[in-house]
């Protein structure tokens, strides 16, 4: 059992090129998540998904661009690369709202320059 | 305000229990959670706690609930090397379920 899968695990990107992180559950999982986490700030939520075709923005949505075609795979483009979107990326799922918990990813190191 | 505030570091030496605390915002939370994270990976559930709760026992871990003071803390008992992570609360509040986690601390055990 995988759990969920990010691809992939570092990035180095210039300032104004796109990419695409990839995320896949092989749990079932409806509710999938991404999420940034910058040093001492913990994690903050960029878009979430509750099922397929269904998407909505949490705290960070700006210069992120999410898609949801299948209940497996819930991917997060950036399209215009930029140095404050350096960071660590963790995609996560749940099987309800989150009541008991989430599973994450291992994470995408992604740095802008 | 809307942050979950923990504390930055703390360091124990192993065998002795560790406590880490954490002081979350919504009265109307209805789960808490505490999540470890070890370098370079995701955060893993550790374990989780009802509102209607005040203490869960799970193995070495306790973790008590002042619904009062909005505060959850979690307690290792017998602390190993292996326990060194990151360690972050979160809560469930709002109307569609958000969770907003912690800052997180950063637990050292010292041989």
């Known amino acids: 059992n995988a759990g969920v899968t990010q691809t992939p695990k570092f990035r180095i990107l210039k300032i104004g090129q796109s990419m695409t992180l990839q995320c896949a559950q092989d749990m079932n999982h409806n509710y999938m998540y991404w999420y940034r986490q910058d040093p001492g700030m913990g994690l903050k939520l960029i878009y979430y998904?509750?099922?397929?075709?269904?998407?909505d923005k949490g705290e960070v949505p700006n210069g992120y661009n999410v898609s949801r075609s299948t209940t497996e795979d819930f991917p997060l483009r950036l399209e215009l690369a930029a140095p404050s979107q350096t960071s660590v990326y963790f995609c996560a799922s749940s099987y309800s709202q989150g009541t008991y918990g989430y599973t994450f990813g291992s994470g995408t190191r992604l740095t802008v320059v | 305000g809307e942050d979950v505030e923990q504390s930055l570091f703390l360091s124990v030496r192993e065998g002795d229990s560790s406590v880490i605390n954490c002081t979350y915002t919504?009265?109307?939370?209805?789960?808490l959670y505490w999540y470890k994270q070890e370098p370079g990976a995701g955060l893993q559930l550790l374990t989780y706690i009802f509102s209607n709760m005040d203490m869960k026992q799970d193995q070495r871990l306790t973790v008590l609930l002042n619904k009062k003071d909005k505060h959850l803390s979690l307690r290792i008992a017998d602390t190993q090397t292996g326990d060194s992570a990151i360690y972050f609360c979160?809560?469930?509040?709002?109307?569609?379920?958000?969770?907003?986690f912690g800052t997180g601390t950063k637990l050292q055990v010292i041989p």
């Open positions: 979160a809560e469930v509040s709002g109307g569609y379920q958000k969770v907003t």
């Open positions: 998904s509750v099922g397929a075709g269904i998407t």
């Open positions: 919504d009265s109307s939370s209805t789960y």
